[in-house]
């Protein structure tokens, strides 16, 4: 069956470091990739795009990257501040479709 | 800035009653969808629209219709709530096109006793 898979265990680390996330899929073959921040009681907001013909895309501090081959996103945030701190979800589309199968979502907390 | 509003923060509703949500965007978007998001299960696509009156079931209709009158607004009903359809609900809109951006709601929490 088609499957996203984010750490549902939240990830927790010093202000200034690098947060890391992941996003894995099985059975899709997506045409673009998508994040989103969701602050509590909250609706998301996106942050990135990326397509599958695309290895990497930045803003900011923010980095994506897209692994066709191994089935993975990574989201980069660098030098991370606690308002940072936020579940952030990851979305795929195939390019046929109207619309987006989003991954659970990965808590990030960022220590002062 | 794109806003999409929903009619309610909060709603509590018992079993049986028929419930309206409303979801309206103010950018013109062609396309718009509503969401159902539980702990664990993350956001769920129940229906969409990508044009006036017309619609697509999501991955979990059973329980829910819409109704999309007009371009800037997209309604959620459930025919008779039942307890297991308390949840966060998210309204969603995006350009014309597939599989972009989507700008989102502040949501509905509805509760269902």
């Known amino acids: ?11 927790n680390i010093q202000e200034g ?3 890391t996330l992941t996003c894995n899929y099985t059975n899709y073959s997506p045409a673009y990739l998508q994040w989103y921040r969701q602050d509590p009681g909250r609706g998301p907001v996106f ?14 501090r923010l980095k994506v990257t897209f692994d066709t081959t191994l089935k993975q996103s990574l989201f980069h945030i660098t030098a991370s501040q606690p308002a940072d701190s936020a579940t952030y979800l990851c979305a795929l589309a195939q390019d046929s479709s109207y619309k987006l199968i989003f991954g659970s979502g990965t808590r990030l907390l960022v220590r002062p | 800035d794109v806003k999409v509003t929903q009619s309610s923060r909060y709603l509590v509703k018992r079993t049986g009653e028929k419930v309206f949500l409303e979801c309206v965007q103010d950018m013109d978007h062609e396309n718009m969808f509503w969401y159902r998001q539980d702990p664990g299960l993350g956001l769920r696509l129940i229906y969409f629209s990508y044009d006036v009156k017309m619609k697509e079931k999501g991955d979990i209709p059973e329980g829910y219709s819409v109704s999309r009158e007009k371009k800037e607004r997209f309604s959620l009903i459930l025919e008779s ?19 972009l951006e989507q700008f989102f709601g ?8």
């Open chain 1, 47 to 60: 942050l990135l795009l990326i397509r599958e013909n695309e290895k990497e895309k930045r803003k900011e």
């Open chain 2, 106 to 113: 502040p949501g509905t929490r509805l509760t269902v006793l």
């Open chain 1, 17 to 19: 470091k690098t947060a």
């Open chain 2, 81 to 99: 709530a039942s307890t297991n359809q308390t949840s966060m609900y998210l309204c969603a809109s995006s350009w014309g096109g597939r599989a």
């Open chain 1, 1 to 11: 069956s088609q499957k996203i898979e984010q750490n549902s265990e939240a990830l």
